[in-house]
């Protein structure tokens, strides 16, 4: 994948963040620590002064697909998810089904 490819997946995912947290409804803190960053560094990623990092990225991608409210949003936006399928270069023996909103381990 192009460096420029992944840093577009970054910035379309801190755009959506503030959508997400909303989803399950909790807090700019309550997500930092979930993923154990400071709320003030949480909150700068929200405002988009600070770049989201390739770790951190994972991170939050993580918690909201984890998360049926949030995963809907996400879903809103498929071709993020198969962006990151592809980056991380699934197997069939581990894949995202799209349609069924799973990940499928066969």
Not at 26 to 44: F, H, L, M, N, P
Not at 69 to 86: F, H
Request: hydrophobic share 40%; aromatic share 8%.
């Amino acid at each position: 994948m192009k460096e420029i490819e992944k840093k577009n997946i970054l910035n379309d995912f801190t755009t959506a963040l503030p959508i997400l947290r909303a989803s399950l409804g909790i807090s700019q803190a309550e997500v930092a620590d979930k993923i154990g960053i400071s709320r003030q560094t949480y909150c700068a990623l929200e405002q988009k002064k600070r770049d989201l990092s390739w770790n951190t990225f994972l991170s939050l991608f993580i918690l909201f697909y984890a998360n049926d409210a949030s995963r809907k949003v996400m879903l809103l936006r498929k071709e993020l998810i198969y962006e990151v399928k592809n980056i991380l270069n699934c197997t069939p023996d581990s894949e995202i089904d799209i349609k069924q909103n799973n990940l499928i381990s066969r």
